[in-house]
């Protein structure tokens, strides 16, 4: 039989609400986990420390390092709205531009401009790729590109990139990870036939991006320029 929590007794604070337990389960709410493509980066500036310990100028870098890698590979948990024909963020950042434009021509989805919502990532921002809708992955295809700044409009057509179509009940959706001046590493790590849920983590961009996200014709876009984006929660778009 499960054994059953202690409560507090007559006012008196339990072992748990005051103990080591209480303050793992409190640092666990709060801190957010981290995605695993951070590890080599935490673990190495953490060895270096390790190594320069009594050199407080090796030391403290590699701490800080360290401190910087866990912020930036962080994996919040969220929760997607649960309305049916909703479209949320695919990634933490701002709204650099909600327009219509023809979609690269690797996804195949036509020669046409259609709906799209742009999201710039920076350093400060959590860089984990999300699911925009429900849907099976179709294609997934890298494209060598430069590197430009990702916050510029040519930086859809002219930099490195890996798009993702899935193939929703709304009809084909297409999500491009862009690679920007720093970010030079992109990790899909979905395949062809795989089931993605709304919200859920796909890929990551390594030290400042861009995510475009386009939508079939006659989609909604609610997003705005100059907007905060929160992955898998912000809706950014009503599809038909």
């Not at 036939?193 to 709304?198: I, M």
Request: glycine share 10%; with cysteine; charged share 20%.
């Amino acid at each position: 039989m499960a054994r059953r929590p202690q409560t507090p007794v007559d006012g008196q604070l339990t072992e748990h609400s005051t103990g080591l337990g209480h303050v793992t389960e409190l640092i666990r709410h709060t801190v957010p986990p981290l995605h695993p493509a951070g590890t080599p980066f935490i673990a190495g500036s953490l060895a270096v420390a390790a190594v320069g310990y009594r050199k407080g100028w090796i030391r403290v870098p590699a701490l800080l390092t360290a401190a910087a890698c866990a912020g930036f590979f962080r994996h919040p948990p969220r929760v997607p709205p649960t309305a049916e024909g909703v479209a949320v963020a695919p990634a933490d950042g701002e709204v650099t531009l909600v327009d219509t434009h023809v979609p690269p021509a690797e996804l195949d989805l036509g020669d046409q401009p259609l709906p799209r919502v742009s999201i710039f990532l920076s350093v400060f921002d959590a860089h984990v790729q999300r699911a925009p809708l429900a849907g099976v992955v179709d294609a997934v295809v890298h494209t060598p590109g430069a590197f430009l700044s990702a916050d510029l409009p040519e930086a859809s057509d002219a930099n490195e990139r890996t798009t993702v179509r899935l193939a929703t009940e709304h009809g084909p959706v297409g999500v491009v990870q862009i690679a920007g001046l720093v970010a030079r590493r992109i990790r899909t790590d979905c395949a062809v036939g795989d089931q993605l849920e709304r919200g859920e983590t796909y890929g990551i961009i390594r030290f400042g991006s861009r995510v475009d996200t386009y939508f079939p014709a006659g989609t909604e876009l609610t997003a705005y320029s100059g907007q905060r984006a929160v992955a898998a929660e912000t809706v950014i778009a009503h599809l038909p």
